[in-house]
């Protein structure tokens, strides 16, 4: 059925739409959008943002968000990699239900943040002794299946992900992550894109999970083979030692082997690209890919920062993942990514790219269109016609939103609100939540808490 609403406020690329009248069709695609003096259909009390773009999560990490900071010897070394130890424990455990219980619960909340859509980084594929599955991309359908239980879109990225570091075969952790040659990665894939026919808001990308996981040869090879119609990611250059490792084994850093050896283009999607040096900076700027920031991730796993100053004075382009998932609210990423610059600059302006000298709004938007990139989605406009109508909505009445002028909106929204200035977040024309109800919620909890309790993994 076809619905209109009227909202207080609606953001657009030039601004606030006041008593923005929106019209949807049957699907929940924008027949229309424009300011009117009277109300039409529901009239609904919030600001409306364009939905969030997580371009970055492992879903089955939020199984074990908050276990790892029990940290029992005094002065023992607990870093990414120890840390990465005790992540490949709990993926070898995981059956498919069980994935898609986690997934479920966690795509929820996303929803209930704000975030209206997922990039899901899959590398979990196989059976507990790593062999495929009969059905082979079984595990992906069960994070499809959970998106559409929480109503979120998702752009699952399954990962080729060949061996376990730098021409060293994968140890016994990983077995469940191996497409051992390109032929066993294409096939995972397109068995993939066929299941997600099966979907509403399912698409799916294409993904090397790192340098280190696959042979130089292999990923030369699927990124030149890559037409441009989905959406690339890959993580690099996150941590010291892949940096270290990578220069002994290819003589160049990962980032500029990945420029000197790959077409990368505006459909590469870098996750982390934490630790550059200035070339590398310009490289992907000029270059049109986009970095993928995890900020609250990336503080918890002390990986660093970003060199976020230089490359947005190339003009680089951004998004926001969640990661592994110890944070879940956009606006607290953003406001983590600014912080820790201003920390090492000691300036304000982060986010200033222009002489609107706005921050929030700049960040809203940089976060967005670079995260529906991410998705394989790219769009200019926040809310344009014949697109599914996707929001996060702020209630009106929050205080200090309820007393801010229109110039001071957004970074009253940006840098004071939390999840409880949330109203509801829409997708596709349909309130996934509204006024703490979530689509499927008691059963998608009362799911998670029976696999939480079968699994062990939070006693």
């Not at 657009?12 to 949807?24: D, F, Q, R, Y």
């Not at 670079?370 to 702020?394: E, H, I, T």
């Not at 939540?433 to 939480?452: C, P, T, W, Y």
């Amino acid at each position: 059925m076809a619905v209109t609403y009227t909202f207080k406020g609606l953001l657009t690329e030039s601004g606030w739409l006041t008593n923005a009248v929106v019209k949807l069709d049957a699907s929940g695609k924008i027949l229309s959008i424009g300011e009117s003096e009277k109300t039409e259909g529901e009239y609904i009390d919030g600001y409306a943002l364009p939905g969030f773009q997580n371009a970055h999560s492992h879903a089955f990490q939020y199984a074990m968000a908050g276990l790892a900071e029990l940290h029992t010897t005094t002065g023992a070394q607990d870093d990414f990699w120890s840390w990465r130890n005790a992540m490949y424990s709990l993926a070898l455990t995981l059956e498919p239900g069980q994935m898609e219980a986690v997934a479920a619960m966690l795509y929820s909340e996303m929803a209930r943040h704000g975030y209206t859509a997922v990039a899901e980084f899959h590398y979990l594929h196989h059976d507990k002794d790593g062999t495929p599955y009969a059905n082979l991309p079984e595990m992906g359908v069960r994070l499809m299946a959970a998106a559409q239980r929480a109503g979120v879109h998702i752009t699952l990225v399954p990962m080729f992900y060949q061996q376990g570091g730098f021409g060293q075969v994968p140890v016994e952790k990983q077995k469940r992550f191996i497409s051992a040659t390109i032929a066993d990665y294409y096939k995972l894939l397109d068995s993939t894109i066929q299941a997600a026919k099966a979907f509403e808001n399912a698409s799916v990308g294409v993904g090397i999970h790192s340098l280190r996981a696959v042979k130089p040869e292999d990923v030369i090879a699927v990124c030149n083979a890559l037409d441009g119609s989905r959406p690339f990611h890959i993580h690099v250059s996150e941590q010291l030692k892949e940096i270290e490792d990578c220069v002994a084994y290819h003589g160049k850093r990962p980032v500029q082997w990945l420029l000197d050896n790959c077409p990368v283009n505006k459909n590469y999607h870098l996750v982390h690209a934490t630790h550059l040096d200035g070339d590398e900076v310009r490289g992907i700027a000029q270059s049109g890919a986009s970095v993928v920031l995890c900020p609250s991730t990336e503080g918890n796993l002390g990986d660093g920062l970003f060199s976020f100053e230089a490359y947005k004075n190339h003009g680089g382009r951004w998004s926001i993942g969640t990661d592994s998932h110890v944070g879940l609210n956009p606006l607290e990423e953003l406001r983590i990514l600014d912080y820790g610059q201003r920390l090492i600059s000691h300036k304000r302006t982060t986010f200033v790219t222009d002489d609107s000298g706005d921050s929030g709004f700049n960040a809203l938007k940089m976060a967005w269109q670079s995260g529906r990139r991410a998705m394989g989605a790219p769009s200019k406009q926040f809310f344009a016609v014949g697109q599914p109508f996707d929001a996060a909505v702020v209630k009106a009445a929050s205080p200090l939103i309820a007393t801010a002028s229109a110039k001071n909106l957004c970074n009253t929204i940006v840098y004071s609100a939390d999840v409880s200035d949330m109203l509801g977040t829409v997708v596709s024309g349909k309130w996934v939540s509204r006024e703490g109800s979530l689509q499927n919620r008691d059963a998608i909890v009362a799911d998670f808490v029976r696999v939480m309790g079968e699994l062990g993994a939070r006693v």
